[in-house]
C-alpha cells in the first residue's frame, strides 16, 4: 500500500490488473473482474446475463439485502426460493419451482462460506435457459468437489468487506470463464467507456480518443485497496486453516447439547466459514432468540443474527411481499444468531464464547 502511495496511480493503475490476475491463479477462473465493492459485483453481474425489465431473478431471502437488490436495480423482479433445513442454503428443488418463463437468472448464495449445490443448480439453469450467479460474497477459499469456488457459476462475485475473509476495507470482483461477460462486465465497471480498438465503432482520432458504448456505472476499485487485498490473499491459507480450527472447536462443543443445532454440511463443499451460525430450539429452552442473544450479551459475547429475511424489510413490504413465502427461511431467522469469528480469535477468546453459551443453556434449559 505504501508503494502504491508512492506510486504515479491511485486507482486504474496496474494493481488492478495485479489482483485480477490473482483470483484467476486462486481460482482456476479464466477471467476476473475487480470492482468497487460486493454490491457493484452483483449488479454487473446481472447487467452481464441481460437482467432487464420484466425478468425475474431467483435468489435466498437468508441473505445481505444486496443478493436480491441487484435484480431490482436491473428493473427485474426478484423471487424467493426456501433454503434446505439443515445446510439453510438455497433450496435446488425449492428454486425449480419458482422458474417461470421470465426467470432471467438464478443468484445462489453461498451462505456462511458453504458452497451451494453447485451441480443441480447449474443443470436446471442449462436445462431452463437461466444464468447462475454464485454469489460469494461469504466463500472465497470454499471448493466444491475440489474445485474453488469462483471457477464453476457462469459468473461467481466476491465482497471484500471489512468483516469477511479477506478484505480491502471495501471492494469487490466477478469472475467468470465466459469472454462475452467479460468484455461486458469490463464495461459496466466504468461507465461503459472504452478505449479497445476492436470495440470501437468510429474511427480513433488519436491517442487521447475513447468512446461510451454502454451505460455503465462508476464502480471501480482502486489500487489502494488492491493493494491491501493483495497482502490479505497472502494470509488466505491461515486465515482459513484457524477459521476450520475454530468452526471444529465450536461444533464439538454444541452439536452434543441436544438444546441446539450446528449448521450441517454438503460433503461437496470444503468450506472456509465466514460466519458461525448458532441454531437455538425454543422447545427445549424456556427463552426464545431474543431472551437468549440478550443473556449472551450479559456474558460480553457479541453475536449478531445473519440475516433478516430480505422480504421482511419494509422496502420489499411496499413492493407486496408477504410472510410465508419461505417457510423454512422464517422458522430459522426466529431461531439463530451467529457467534465470534475471526482470525484473531485465541483458544482462550473460543473457550470463552462456548462456556457463555453452557451458562446460557444452563440457566434455560427446561
Excluded at 433450496?91 to 438464478?106: I, M
Aim: hydrophobic share 40%; proline share 4%.
Amino acid at each position: 500500500m505504501a508503494k502504491v502511495l508512492k506510486s504515479d496511480y491511485l486507482t486504474c493503475g496496474p494493481k488492478i490488473a495485479e489482483l485480477e490476475e490473482r483470483l484467476c491463479r486462486l481460482t482456476g477462473a479464466k477471467y476476473a473482474v475487480a470492482v468497487s465493492n460486493g454490491t457493484a459485483a452483483l449488479h454487473i453481474a446481472c447487467l452481464a446475463a441481460g437482467v432487464e425489465k420484466g425478468n425475474e431473478v431467483i435468489t435466498t431471502p437468508i441473505t445481505f439485502a444486496a443478493s436480491a437488490n441487484c435484480a431490482l436495480y436491473c428493473g427485474a423482479r426478484p423471487v424467493f426460493a426456501d433454503i434446505c433445513e439443515h445446510t439453510y442454503n438455497i433450496d435446488p428443488e425449492s428454486v425449480e419451482k419458482c422458474f417461470t418463463e421470465k426467470t432471467r437468472a438464478v443468484v445462489a448464495v453461498d451462505f456462511t462460506g458453504q458452497a451451494v449445490e453447485l451441480d443441480p443448480l447449474k443443470e436446471l439453469c442449462e436445462k431452463r435457459g437461466a444464468v447462475l450467479i454464485e454469489d460469494g460474497a461469504h466463500s472465497i477459499g470454499t471448493s466444491y468437489k475440489g474445485k474453488m469456488v469462483g471457477s464453476i457459476a457462469d459468473m461467481t462475485t466476491f465482497s471484500f468487506h471489512p468483516v469477511k475473509t479477506v478484505t480491502g476495507g471495501e471492494g469487490g470482483a466477478v469472475l467468470t470463464d465466459n469472454a462475452e461477460y467479460y468484455k461486458k462486465l469490463v464495461l459496466f465497471r466504468a461507465h461503459g467507456i472504452t478505449r479497445e480498438p476492436s470495440l470501437l465503432q468510429r474511427d480513433s482520432e488519436g491517442g487521447w480518443y475513447y468512446e461510451q458504448i454502454a451505460l455503465g456505472m462508476n464502480y471501480r476499485m482502486t489500487d489502494i485497496q488492491a493493494a491491501l487485498i493483495l497482502s490479505q490473499l497472502d494470509k488466505l491459507d491461515a486465515f482459513r486453516e484457524r477459521r476450520k480450527a475454530i468452526v471444529a472447536r465450536y461444533d464439538e462443543a454444541f452439536s452434543v447439547m441436544p438444546e441446539l443445532a450446528v449448521q450441517e454440511e454438503i460433503p461437496e463443499s470444503d468450506t472456509t466459514r465466514h460466519l458461525y451460525i448458532l441454531r437455538i430450539r425454543p422447545e427445549k429452552l424456556t427463552v426464545g432468540r431474543k431472551q437468549f442473544f440478550d443473556a449472551m450479551a450479559a456474558e460480553n459475547i457479541c453475536c449478531n443474527v445473519h440475516y433478516i429475511p430480505v422480504y421482511y424489510h419494509p422496502y420489499y413490504e411496499k413492493l407486496g411481499y408477504q410472510k410465508g413465502l419461505c417457510p423454512r427461511a422464517e422458522k430459522l431467522y426466529e431461531e439463530i444468531m451467529s457467534l465470534p469469528l475471526y482470525y484473531a480469535m485465541t483458544d482462550e477468546d473460543v473457550e470463552d464464547v462456548i462456556k457463555a453459551v453452557k451458562k446460557v443453556v444452563e440457566n434455560y434449559r427446561k
